[in-house]
């Protein structure tokens, strides 16, 4: 299974408590990560292996968005920050949207995060 992960960056230090809080049933599972770039650099700082993509401005939304309509990405755990702009919002859209189309779970938000990750 593969799981991409992403967080806007008022978000990322509780990405990475999210990922730790979990860290043994995403071992035991066998989990793939993938992440935008600094998401995944974070992801890596604490320890966990992680595919990185392009940072999200940079077009890393995409290419999780255009691997998810491939069908090789399982769920997406993305953390965003209502609270902030976002200059490549398009992106991020687009992704959510091609969750909705391809019927591929999506947390925003830790508490949901949650549920889906009690779950597999
Ligand atoms: O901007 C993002 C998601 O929209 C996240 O990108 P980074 O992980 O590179 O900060």
Not at 17 to 36: G, Q
Request: charged content about 25%.
């Amino acid at each position: 299974m593969t799981i991409a992960i992403i967080a806007h960056n008022g978000k990322k230090p509780e990405m990475v408590m999210f990922l730790n809080e979990f860290r043994d049933i995403l071992h035991a599972k066998h989990i793939k990560l993938v992440a935008t770039g600094t998401t995944g650099a974070k992801t890596e700082e604490a320890g966990f292996e992680v595919e990185k993509l392009l940072s999200g401005p940079l077009g890393g939304d995409a290419q999780i968005a255009s691997r998810l309509a491939e069908g090789k990405i399982d769920m997406v755990i993305f953390f965003r920050d209502p609270l902030d702009k976002h200059p490549h919002e398009p992106d991020i859209f687009m992704l959510m949207r091609l969750c909705d189309v391809h019927n591929i779970p999506l947390a925003t938000n830790p508490a949901t995060a949650r549920l889906l990750m009690k779950a597999i």
